[in-house]
């Protein structure tokens, strides 16, 4: 994660970018874990799924962004799309 500090309009903008690869595993967990599909960050998460069960999704500047982007790709499962505890709690519903 790294901070930009931007000036607008005599504004000082402070943001929070969390930069990343993010990738969706498309394996449904179970229901006692939510049953969700879990949206990771590729460069930071501790508990990537297998590589083979990875949707990639592509570089974006947060969680709230490659949420939109799966949510995109996979109209289907937009109400249990979750982003990982560990590496998008930003983006996680608990």
């Known amino acids: 994660m790294s901070e930009v500090i931007a ?6 903008l402070n943001m929070e970018i969390e930069v990343g690869h993010y990738i969706l595993n498309p394996q ?3 229901n006692e ?3 969700n599909y879990e949206l ?3 460069d930071t998460c ?10 990639t ?6 969680c709230h962004l490659a949420m939109e982007e799966a949510k995109r ?6 109400d249990q799309i979750d982003g990982c ?5 930003k983006c996680n519903k608990g």
């Open 57 to 62: 999704l592509g570089h974006f500047n947060d």
């Open 73 to 78: 790709r996979v109209p289907k499962w937009a």
């Open 85 to 89: 505890a560990w590496c998008c709690p």
């Open 46 to 55: 501790p508990h990537l799924p297998n590589a083979t069960h990875a949707l």
């Open 40 to 42: 990771h960050n590729a």
């Open 28 to 30: 449904q967990q179970n």
């Open 7 to 12: 000036v607008r309009n005599d504004i000082i």
């Open 33 to 35: 874990s939510g049953g």
